[in-house]
């Protein structure tokens, strides 16, 4: 069982930048595929950026250059640092990893202002 908290979502200007975190109970060195995924009412939830043990990472087209997603192993913490946040970035963003299994955080809700 691997429980994810997230944190760090906020109410920020359109341009501004936010850095979530995303706390895991285990040591993240040894999980495969840790990441973030974002919904906003009535969408599909997607896939925003993924960390992959072999430090390759992939990005959604719509924040490639944006956001920045990296892993602090003796935090035992994935980071998601957004930059140039734009309306359309209004979510809430929910931590994921792959262990034995899906695991979701509870989410943060990252509002991005006009």
């Known amino acids: 069982q691997v429980q994810l908290v997230e944190s760090g979502g906020g109410l920020v200007q359109s341009g501004g930048s936010l850095r979530l975190s995303c706390a895991a109970s285990?040591?993240?060195?040894?999980?495969?595929?840790m990441g973030w995924y974002r919904q906003d009412p009535g969408k599909q939830r997607e896939m925003v950026a993924l960390?992959?043990?072999?430090?390759?990472?992939n990005y959604a087209a719509s924040v490639k250059g944006r956001f920045i997603i990296y892993r602090d192993n003796a935090k035992e913490t994935v980071y998601l640092q957004m930059n140039s946040l734009k309306p359309e970035d209004t979510a809430v963003y929910y931590c994921?990893?792959?262990?034995?299994?899906?695991?979701w955080g509870q989410g943060t809700q990252v509002t991005v202002s006009s």
């Open positions: 960390t992959i043990s072999d430090g390759s990472t």
């Open positions: 285990v040591t993240i060195s040894r999980i495969y595929v």
């Open positions: 994921y990893c792959y262990a034995d299994g899906g695991y």
